[in-house]
């Protein structure tokens, strides 16, 4: 962190307008990081008023993709105009500092919050680069600044009609500023429902009009009118072309910083990530601490692996284990959806693939970092690529997955529809879980609770099983289910793979580790409908071992795995 980032992290710290902001963040939305990733602000100011320049900033927003979803009207005094840009003024002449005061508090202002298209860093600093500088003479012909216009061409003047968060902690100091408790709360809950209230936003901008008259704000239009000035307007112009240049010394503001400081902040693992972003009913079952945009157009994740957990410790000997680094991919899944893609939180996901591969054997570590890349994108869908690496850089595993996701209605229609096709009505029953289990450390496990293959029968080089699941298992079913999970298939996988290899090898389950699992859904497995399992060792050379196992429900085809493994 540079030492410009530590200064205002240390200033917005114990800034009573940030900490009420925040506050109310976590009081409005369930998922406070992804909101502040997608949404920025636009401030149109008092100049854009009476300069009719309010319609043409809101039609540039839309040429950029961005969704308008809230917008207020707000009014500065003096003591608003000083904190809101205190940090910036205070390197400002006298002479500057009260032209700026007098503009800032000239009229209303229209307050825009906007949700950009996805991307890796934060929309603040997204549309803090588009709306341009200050300076006229460094503003490119697509930026909003130089679409509004210049008053006085080639000069730093202090009319340049719109105002942005520069990142998201400026957005929540701001909301702390310009709003009050009940109307930050409101608007933070209309950034998270998403509405498009564009034409709330227009009818506000007519609003503003009929309450101020309009001026023409160029240069020469305020030289005209030297013997009757438009106020405050000709004194900002005109006194700001006159002005003295800022003495030298002043306090360097800390805003501004550079947005590749995103791609590299440090990761937190203090806590787990608000459970309703991984799709946990609970934080107990959260493996996520943290996320944040990584470098190249990447994602970082933090997690921590369970040192004692029911069913991802539950190994024979304690080891580096494919499965827990499996789920903390998945739960990635939904950070990069929701955080990332602006997916919905109330939406459905649909497992397509699912694949990992340890680097290596080794020991098990406490904390990980996922370094996640998009590999594809298809309509309400993802593909992502994952890097796994413990704390000091040693890579533990590379994963891959597929996913899509729908709303509500659809994921109704899709269920509806797959019961029928296995001649299940609405009520979903209780699964079948009765059979001859094995010994928990004949599937590689050391808990009888978590064995889910039963009536398991050998023939030479492959093996036939049923699945056997235990909802009230709270280790494998966190939350109830209406459909069989996608990871307690890859499980089921893994445990008719090792009981097969410890048959085909004569050698104990625990004495061979997993080492790769690819895994492909074709459909949703229902609870309660028989699901055969056929597992076949499908390579056996070099000291390696690969298993194929395929599960079939009333006589569909439901997944397929391909289980690696090695004698520990």
């Known amino acids: 962190m540079t030492a410009l980032a530590e200064l205002k992290r240390t200033l917005f710290a114990v800034d009573g307008y940030f900490r009420d ?37 809101m039609d540039w927003l839309l040429e950029q993709d961005a969704v308008i979803v809230a917008a207020e009207p707000v009014a500065l005094d003096r003591h608003g105009a000083r904190a809101l840009w205190g940090y910036r003024w205070n ?15 000239a009229g209303e202002s229209l307050l825009v919050v906007v949700r950009m298209p996805a991307g890796p860093v934060p929309a603040t600093a997204r549309l803090s680069d588009l709306t341009g500088p200050a300076d006229p003479s460094c503003r490119e012909p697509w930026q909003l600044r130089h679409r509004l216009g210049d008053v006085l061409p080639g000069e730093d003047l202090l009319i340049d009609f719109v105002h942005t968060a520069d990142e998201p902690d400026d957005l929540v100091r701001e909301f702390g500023i310009l709003l009050d408790g009940g109307d930050r709360r409101r608007v933070y809950a209309e950034m998270a429902d998403g509405l498009d209230r564009e034409g709330r936003a227009r009818e506000l901008a007519e609003e503003l009009y009929r309450r101020r008259p309009a001026h023409d704000l160029t240069y020469e239009a305020a030289l005209a009118r030297r013997d009757a000035p438009a106020e405050p307007w000709d004194t900002v112009i005109l006194g700001t072309a006159a002005e003295r240049p800022p003495a030298p010394g002043g306090a360097a503001p800390p805003t501004g910083v550079p947005t590749g400081r995103w791609e590299h902040r440090p990761l937190r693992y203090e806590r787990t990530l608000p459970h309703p972003l991984v799709h946990k009913s609970g934080n107990g079952e959260v493996f996520l601490t943290d996320h944040a945009p990584g470098p190249g157009g990447g994602i970082l994740l933090a997690g921590e692996l369970p040192v004692a957990h029911r069913y991802f410790n539950d190994l024979p000997v304690p080891r580096l284990d494919l499965m827990p680094l499996l789920e903390l991919c998945r739960q990635g899944c939904y950070v990069v959806a929701h955080a990332y893609h602006g997916v919905p939180g109330d939406h459905r996901f649909l497992l397509r693939n699912l694949s990992a591969r340890l680097a290596g054997p080794g020991p098990a570590v406490r904390r990980a970092v996922i370094e996640v890349t998009v590999a ?17 850089g040693t890579e533990l595993a590379t994963a891959s997955s597929s996913f899509s996701w729908m709303d509500g209605p659809a994921w109704e229609r899709l269920r509806a529809a797959g019961r029928a096709r296995h001649g299940l009505g609405p ?10 289990f094995p010994a928990a450390r004949g599937v590689g496990r050391t808990g009888d609770a ?9 023939r030479r080089g492959s093996a036939d099983a049923r699945l056997a699941l235990d909802p009230a298992n709270p280790a494998m079913f966190e939350q109830a289910q209406g459909h069989i999970p996608g990871m307690t298939l890859a499980e089921a996988a893994r445990q008719s793979a090792l009981w097969t290899l ?18 492909g859904f074709s459909a949703v497995g229902e609870l309660d409908a028989a699901v055969d399992c056929a597992a076949k060792v499908v390579c056996d050379r070099g000291g390696r071992y690969a298993v194929g196992v395929g599960f079939t429900q009333t006589g569909l085809d439901l997944a397929g795995a391909t289980v690696e493994a090695v004698r520990s």
């Open 21 to 57: 902001g925040w506050d109310d963040l976590l009081e409005a939305v369930a998922e406070p990081a992804g909101i502040l990733h997608r949404h920025a602000t636009l401030l149109l100011k008092p100049e854009a008023v009476t300069g009719r320049r309010l319609d043409e900033a």
């Open 91 to 105: 390197a400002a002449t006298r002479e500057r500092r009260c032209l700026a005061e007098a503009l800032a508090t």
């Open 376 to 392: 594809g994108a298809f309509t309400r869908g993802l593909a992502l690529d994952y890097i796994v690496r413990a704390e000091d």
């Open 427 to 436: 009520e979903i029953g209780a699964p079948p879980r009765a059979g001859t």
């Open 450 to 458: 978590n064995v889910i293959v039963a009536d398991l029968a050998w």
């Open 502 to 519: 410890s048959r085909h090898l004569a050698v104990p389950a625990g004495q061979l580790t997993v080492v790769a699992l690819e895994t």
